[in-house]
């Protein structure tokens, strides 16, 4: 079985297993680098992270006004 529909099965929806993933290969990144990743608009994106931070799975640290995520 893939790691996304690893994630899928456990209550993620497909985008949010998509830029979650993205995050576990990248590391800590900005919203443009996981946008070039997942080739996904980036406000889908920031919908993604905002949902996946209130699950705990993703945090953010704000480094000169920019917001780098990573995942937890």
């Known amino acids: ?43 889908t994106i920031y919908d993604f992270l905002d949902s996946l931070a209130k699950k705990g799975l993703v945090s953010y640290v704000v480094k000169n006004n920019v917001k780098f995520y990573s995942a937890s």
């Open 1 to 43: 079985m893939e790691n996304k529909e690893v994630l899928i099965e456990l209550g993620l929806s497909e985008g949010e297993a998509a830029v979650y993933l993205a995050l576990l290969r990248l590391g800590e990144s900005q919203v443009n680098k996981i946008k070039i990743h997942t080739k996904m608009h980036r406000t």
